[in-house]
């Protein structure tokens, strides 16, 4: 499934979610440690300096020309804007995921995102802590990539797509 | 089930065929390498309904340079081991390679400053804004709304490997055993390709990893052990925006 939000006109600035069926997904038989360990000590340096087995550099070439994006498809926004004293808010569609529905609310005050509500995620079992886990940090994450201070997360998720997808359908119906 | 791709292009009219091309480079790669597509050259290769000889130049390619990655790490990665049932798997340079050989799809339609996250694995280009690099957080390992660092990246690619919630716990390849000692591993350096690959086999390799990441000229690591602390290789401090040992909050 390809999903292209519709900036993607002719030309355009901001961010494309795009959902690959890429590179398979490995089961995941082995559940992250409720452990709650609070980051202790510092450890600096640990590392030797550039030395020299130096197998880094050149990729090859790849011929295989670009025959376009498959079928693009629109989220289906459900766009809800109710009017609460100068902000608006809107829902964004449903996407399903391997865990269960996710969908997001945004609320628009004066063209700037003030907050982003997870009406539905995945709950019960495993699904609910993969939730918890992937919520909260995009929540920040999106409300601080407006501020410029975090512009992207390494070790990100596969739950956190649907979420980002189901959030720039919205900010895209409240036109931010 | 799939890889999460997304793209954050800061600039200003790049025809939306370059961005096409990008994911439509993605599928190809996908329909050649992909273990989940049973007719996929890669898939043929693992269970020997296709030689070595007869694949194509890109299946070709990727398998020399994991050979090469499998003796530079002393078979810590090892794409002929990776797979379930011990099948070749060589995702853990593919994706890399894929993403930065697609990247040049928006390279030649005059864009600079861009951003691709493919399921965590981050190739940034130029800057997020004039004057500012990209900031990439690395995410802390048990506290979901905590970066453990951020980066601040110019022409540079990041690549964490770890357990996370996804739980595809990582197998030392010349144990079979899953790797311990670390909960993360981040690797920086200049290509996806090799900085994927460099995070998977050093994160096998434990605290030791780290000073082999730093052998390579341009890479550098930082390693979040099982006991919460975060080790990083000398380098790195000219990436390190924050992160000192205490979790750093987002925002």
């Not at chain 1, 398979?24 to 082995?30: I, L, R």
Request: hydrophobic letters at 40%; aromatic letters at 6%; a negative charge.
């Amino acid at each position: 499934m390809i999903v292209i939000p519709r900036r993607a006109a002719t030309a355009f600035v901001g961010t494309v979610v795009v959902v690959l069926l890429l590179f398979g997904f490995k089961t995941p038989d082995q559940s992250i440690g409720a452990t709650t360990g609070g980051s202790a000590g510092v450890v600096a340096d640990g590392g030797t300096t550039s030395g020299s087995t130096g197998s880094s550099g050149g990729t090859g070439p790849s011929d295989t020309g670009a025959s376009g994006a498959g079928s693009a498809t629109a989220p289906t926004a459900t766009p809800a804007p109710s009017a609460a004293s100068g902000s608006t808010q809107v829902t964004g569609p449903t996407v399903s995921t391997r865990y269960g529905p996710v969908q997001v609310r945004v609320t628009v005050s004066q063209g700037k995102v003030t907050e982003i509500t997870a009406l539905q995620l995945p709950s019960g079992g495993r699904s609910g802590r993969i939730s918890e886990v992937a919520e909260p940090i995009l929540h920040d994450e999106a409300l601080s990539a407006q501020s410029a201070q975090i512009d992207s997360v390494s070790g990100a998720t596969y739950t956190s797509g649907a979420y980002e997808q189901s959030l720039q359908a919205a900010l895209d119906q409240a036109g931010i | 089930m799939g890889t999460v791709v997304s793209l954050e292009l800061r600039d200003q009219g790049i025809p939306a065929d370059a961005v096409d091309a990008v994911f439509g480079h993605l599928h190809e790669v996908d329909a050649r390498f992909s273990t989940y597509r049973p007719d996929s050259e890669v898939s043929r290769l693992g269970r020997g309904a296709l030689e070595p000889s007869a694949a194509s130049a890109e299946v070709r390619h990727v398998l020399a340079v994991c050979e090469q990655l499998r003796r530079d790490s002393g078979g810590a990665f090892d794409a002929g081991r990776a797979g379930r049932d011990g099948r070749l798997d060589p995702s853990g340079y593919v994706k890399g390679w894929a993403v930065e050989e697609a990247a040049w799809r928006l390279d030649d339609a005059g864009a600079h400053d861009y951003l691709i996250n493919a399921g965590g694995d981050v190739v940034a280009r130029g800057e997020a804004s004039p004057g500012h690099r990209w900031r990439v957080g690395i995410r802390h390992p048990d506290q979901p709304d905590k970066v453990a660092a951020v980066f601040a990246v110019r022409d540079g690619a990041v690549a964490t490997s770890g357990t996370y919630e996804r739980g595809d716990h990582i197998v030392d390849p010349r144990t079979g055993q899953p790797a311990r000692g670390l909960r993360s591993l981040t690797v920086v350096g200049p290509r996806l390709g090799f900085v994927d690959a460099y995070a998977t086999a050093a994160f096998v390799m434990g605290l030791a990893g780290l000073a082999w990441v730093a052998t390579h000229p341009g890479h550098e690591a930082l390693a979040i052990t099982d006991d919460d602390r975060l080790v990083w290789t000398e380098g790195l401090a000219r990436y390190l925006v924050s992160g000192t040992g205490a979790a750093t909050a987002l925002g």
